[in-house]
């Protein structure tokens, strides 16, 4: 069983910034991956960027490439994600998602609010 722990939404305006932070607890496995993805009311869940825990290996949607960055603390089993340029086509509920890569089981946060507005 692995919880997930998320913080760092808000409310900004466009071209500011925030940074979010989602840590793992309970039975961690050897190898696994965290990511971020998000939803608006009525569509479908995306993603946003994820992260191979033990190679560093990352992944992009590509309406965030260049403005997103994703990283780990492995030490504390901790993935951030680092959002500059927001627009408002970035309102959304961001989820963290850990996967089990040994068995490809997923794990949910509970959802962090991130709204873009002037």
């Known amino acids: 069983q692995v919880q997930l722990v998320e913080s760092g939404g808000g409310l900004v305006q466009p071209g500011e910034s925030l940074r979010l932070s989602c840590a793992a607890s309970g039975s961690i496995p050897s190898i696994y991956a965290m990511g971020w993805y998000r939803q608006v009311l009525g569509k479908q869940r995306e993603l946003v960027a994820r992260?191979?825990?033990?190679?560093?290996?990352?992944n992009y949607a590509d309406s965030v490439k260049g403005r997103f960055t994703i990283s780990r603390d492995n030490a504390k089993d901790t993935v951030y994600l680092q959002m500059n340029s927001l627009k408002p086509e970035d309102t959304a509920v961001y989820y963290c998602?850990?996967?089990?890569?040994?068995?490809?089981?997923?794990?949910w946060g509970q959802g962090t609010r991130v709204t873009v507005s002037s």
């Open positions: 998602n850990f996967r089990n890569l040994r068995v490809y089981s997923d794990y």
């Open positions: 992260i191979i825990t033990s190679s560093g290996a990352t």
